[in-house]
């Protein structure tokens, strides 16, 4: 899969260190604006956002040891600008699928929890989905995830609290407990 990335690193820019970022730092971009999407479409428009929004302040970012910050930060910007225009693009359903149970001993066994609890993950509303993805996937703390989603330390922690209550509660992740 092409993402957009590509794209923005392939044509000439006036800043050619532009480049060079987006083609070094481009995979790990791609999956923290993957980590706050469901779908991964919606996680390329919103890196080409991020990294187009940093392209015209290419000139005006001081420290660009500080980028991956500075992309981040665009990535959460967008999203929440996203969340607050409430574009309803999911549907609750009444009944989700059984999931399969993998045989005793399948050396696929931890993968397959890892892909159980990313699905569960996605499941999580926006706003819950991305505390856990800062807190725990991109390792940040309550202090630093408080801070780049402009909330308080309370607000991520019980937001966070009730995310995991609601990842002990998946159906899907039920038969690993």
């Not at 000439?12 to 971009?29: D, E, I, K, N, Q």
């Not at 469901?38 to 970012?61: F, G, H, M, S």
């Not at 309803?88 to 892909?115: K, N, S």
Request: hydrophobic residues 35%; proline residues 7%; contains cysteine.
């Amino acid at each position: 899969m092409t993402t957009p990335v590509c794209t923005l690193a392939s044509h000439p820019t006036p800043y050619p260190s532009f480049s060079a970022y987006v083609r070094t730092r481009g995979t790990v971009l791609m999956r923290t604006a993957r980590s706050l999407t469901a779908n991964p479409c919606d996680a390329e428009d919103l890196l080409q956002t991020a990294l187009a929004k940093t392209y015209v302040a290419w000139d005006r970012i001081e420290d660009h040891r500080a980028l991956d910050g500075y992309v981040r930060r665009a990535l959460v910007n967008t999203r929440t600008s996203q969340w607050r225009k409430r574009k309803v693009d999911e549907f609750v359903c009444d009944e989700l699928p059984e999931p399969g149970e993998p045989p005793a001993g399948d050396p696929a066994e931890a993968q397959a929890l890892r892909d159980a609890m990313w699905r569960a993950v996605t499941r999580l509303p926006d706003r819950q989905r991305a505390m856990v993805v800062l807190r725990y996937y991109e390792d940040m703390s309550e202090a630093q995830t408080a801070e780049l989603l402009g909330v308080s330390v309370g607000t991520v922690k019980s937001a966070v609290s009730r995310a995991l209550g609601k990842l002990r509660e998946d159906p899907e992740l039920t038969p690993v407990r």
